[in-house]
Each structure stands twice: as structure tokens, then as C-alpha cells.
């Protein structure tokens, strides 16, 4: 009978320590990930209940489809959108872009000889179809496979791209999050904020002047599991692949734009509403130039 207890006792302690274990996650292996609530309206974090948590572990294996199709409460657009029109926000605070172009008026060598970093921006609206190839470039899918135009390590993809809007002809003042892979953007914050970033930015004018403003972020859990502390370094690597396309687009387009790293990282982050797992890289404020 002693031996039958101490056996009924050694399960029970180890029943105890394995539901206690499976309980227990460490909040560094945790991920927020970006929600929208019943009205289209964007969370750029949330709580356990609001948002996807997974392991990086987990996320290592998934590709940026099973990203957001598992991980996020995005609701999608009704049947019978379509991308041709100019722009559909279907429901509110989602907007499905113009379909990108894939061919130009100018050569890529052309783009690379006039490529500068403008900094003086004209207060002249920009237009829907202008946001949506300058996304594209930025970080666009080029592929069935979800391949884009900037090269990835691993194609982890550990950027997320919001853009600031000011004046865009058909698009209210706010910030909004890229969904690449619908090419389409979800308002995360309402309001003009772009001199509240400029004043983040050191008082940089060309953010606070530009009519829209790339604010990229990077989630480094996405590399780490594979790459290790070397999947910073990849990432950083990657936001400057993103950015000299966005330069380059923005010549043959007739814009300028300019890479910004020059701020106080933690007011950036407070603007954009980041989550705790997002560090912001880079500002790219574009537009039509003096």
C-alpha cells in the first residue's frame, strides 16, 4: 500500500508540473500581431485575447501567407471587390489598391543615374495609384510562391510597412498598415500625425511636409529562430534592399523621397502605435519636389 501511494504521489506531483509548464509562456516567445476590430478599425497590438500569440518557434515554419491568414483577425473584402477600380474601402478602414504597373516610361538605368535623396516636398496631393506602386516596390508580391520585390533571408519577410498619409486624393488623413499580400492597407490610426513624426524625427522638415511618409518596422522574432542574433543584421539589410526600390520608383514615377534614420525611437514607435515586438527602421517621406 506505501508503494501504491508513493506511485499515485509521484504522478499526481508530475500531472501538476506538466499542466503548470504548458500554462507557462515566456513573454519573449510571444508575438502580438496586428488586428481590426468589427469596423475595420486597426489595433497594432493587443492582448492575448485581441490579438494572435504564437511561439517564435512556431512562426519560424510559417510563410507570410499562414502569417496572416492564421495569425491575424483581418477581415477580408466582400465578394465581387475588385482591384481594377481606383480605390474600394469594402468594409471601412480597408482599402483595396489600384493593381501596380510592370512596365514604366523610364529605363532602370535612367532611375539610377537621377536617383537623389530629395528632402524639399511641393504641398501637391498625391494620388491613390501613386501610394500603391510606391508600396508595391517597397514590398510588393511578384510571385504565387509570395515572392516580393525586395529579397528576404530565408523569405522570413520581417518588415512591416505602414504609410502615413497626409494628403492623398481619395484617402483621409491616418496611418495605415500594408497587407501585401492582397496589396490593400488597413487604417491603424486616424488623423494627420506628420508633425508630431517630424518633431520624433530631430524637426526634420521633409517629414512633417511630404504628403505621405513609409514608416517601416521590423520584427525581429520572425528571424531570430532560424538565423540567430545574425538575423538582425539580415533585417536591417533587408529595410535597405525595400528602400532603394522606393527610390527608385519614386524617379521613374517623377517623385522624390528620402531615407530617414534620424529619430527618437520610442516616441516613433508611441506615433504608429507599435507593438512591443516592433522596432522601428526607417521613414521614407515621398512626394512631388522643389
Given at each position: 500500500?506505501?508503494?501504491?501511494?508513493?506511485?499515485?504521489?509521484?504522478?499526481?506531483?508530475?500531472?501538476?508540473?506538466?499542466?503548470?509548464?504548458?500554462?507557462?509562456?515566456?513573454?519573449?516567445?510571444?508575438?502580438?500581431?496586428?488586428?481590426?476590430?468589427?469596423?475595420?478599425?486597426?489595433?497594432?497590438?493587443?492582448?492575448?485575447?485581441?490579438?494572435?500569440?504564437?511561439?517564435?518557434?512556431?512562426?519560424?515554419?510559417?510563410?507570410?501567407?499562414?502569417?496572416?491568414?492564421?495569425?491575424?483577425?483581418?477581415?477580408?473584402?466582400?465578394?465581387?471587390?475588385?482591384?481594377?477600380?481606383?480605390?474600394?474601402?469594402?468594409?471601412?478602414?480597408?482599402?483595396?489598391?489600384?493593381?501596380?504597373?510592370?512596365?514604366?516610361?523610364?529605363?532602370?538605368?535612367?532611375?539610377?543615374?537621377?536617383?537623389?535623396?530629395?528632402?524639399?516636398?511641393?504641398?501637391?496631393?498625391?494620388?491613390?495609384?501613386?501610394?500603391?506602386?510606391?508600396?508595391?516596390?517597397?514590398?510588393?508580391?511578384?510571385?504565387?510562391?509570395?515572392?516580393?520585390?525586395?529579397?528576404?533571408?530565408?523569405?522570413?519577410?520581417?518588415?512591416?510597412?505602414?504609410?502615413?498619409?497626409?494628403?492623398?486624393?481619395?484617402?483621409?488623413?491616418?496611418?495605415?498598415?500594408?497587407?501585401?499580400?492582397?496589396?490593400?492597407?488597413?487604417?491603424?490610426?486616424?488623423?494627420?500625425?506628420?508633425?508630431?513624426?517630424?518633431?520624433?524625427?530631430?524637426?526634420?522638415?521633409?517629414?512633417?511636409?511630404?504628403?505621405?511618409?513609409?514608416?517601416?518596422?521590423a520584427v525581429f522574432e520572425r528571424m531570430i529562430?532560424?538565423?540567430?542574433?545574425?538575423?538582425?543584421?539580415?533585417?536591417?539589410?533587408?529595410?535597405?534592399?525595400?528602400?532603394?526600390?522606393?527610390?527608385?520608383?519614386?524617379?521613374?514615377?517623377?517623385?522624390?523621397?528620402?531615407?530617414?534614420?534620424?529619430?527618437?525611437?520610442?516616441?516613433?514607435?508611441?506615433?504608429?502605435?507599435?507593438?512591443?515586438?516592433?522596432?522601428?527602421?526607417?521613414?521614407?517621406?515621398?512626394?512631388?519636389?522643389?
Amino acid at each position: 500500500m506505501k508503494t501504491k501511494g508513493l506511485i499515485i504521489g509521484f504522478c499526481t506531483c508530475m500531472l501538476f508540473l506538466f499542466i503548470t509548464a504548458c500554462n507557462s509562456v515566456e513573454p519573449e516567445d510571444e508575438i502580438y500581431v496586428a488586428v481590426t476590430d468589427e469596423n475595420g478599425v486597426g489595433q497594432a497590438a493587443g492582448n492575448r485575447e485581441d490579438a494572435g500569440v504564437f511561439s517564435a518557434t512556431e512562426q519560424a515554419d510559417l510563410s507570410q501567407d499562414d502569417y496572416y491568414e492564421e495569425y491575424t483577425e483581418i477581415i477580408l473584402p466582400s465578394e465581387g471587390t475588385s482591384n481594377n477600380l481606383s480605390l474600394t474601402e469594402t468594409p471601412p478602414g480597408i482599402y483595396i489598391l489600384p493593381v501596380p504597373q510592370t512596365d514604366g516610361t523610364i529605363s532602370v538605368e535612367e532611375a539610377l543615374y537621377n536617383r537623389r535623396s530629395r528632402r524639399h516636398f511641393q504641398d501637391r496631393a498625391l494620388t491613390t495609384e501613386q501610394v500603391s506602386q510606391i508600396l508595391w516596390a517597397a514590398y510588393g508580391i511578384t510571385s504565387d510562391r509570395g515572392f516580393r520585390t525586395a529579397p528576404s533571408a530565408g523569405a522570413l519577410y520581417p518588415l512591416e510597412i505602414y504609410i502615413v498619409i497626409g494628403t492623398v486624393e481619395g484617402l483621409a488623413p491616418g496611418v495605415y498598415l500594408y497587407i501585401a499580400e492582397e496589396h490593400k492597407i488597413i487604417r491603424v490610426i486616424y488623423g494627420d500625425i506628420r508633425e508630431e513624426l517630424a518633431q520624433a524625427a530631430l524637426g526634420q522638415r521633409s517629414v512633417s511636409d511630404a504628403p505621405a511618409i513609409l514608416a517601416y518596422s521590423a520584427v525581429f522574432e520572425r528571424m531570430i529562430p532560424r538565423y540567430g542574433e545574425r538575423g538582425i543584421m539580415y533585417t536591417h539589410i533587408e529595410v535597405g534592399h525595400s528602400g532603394q526600390n522606393v527610390y527608385l520608383q519614386a524617379e521613374a514615377l517623377g517623385l522624390g523621397t528620402v531615407a530617414v534614420g534620424a529619430f527618437i525611437d520610442y516616441l516613433v514607435g508611441e506615433l504608429l502605435n507599435l507593438s512591443e515586438y516592433e522596432t522601428p527602421l526607417y521613414l521614407m517621406p515621398f512626394g512631388y519636389f522643389y
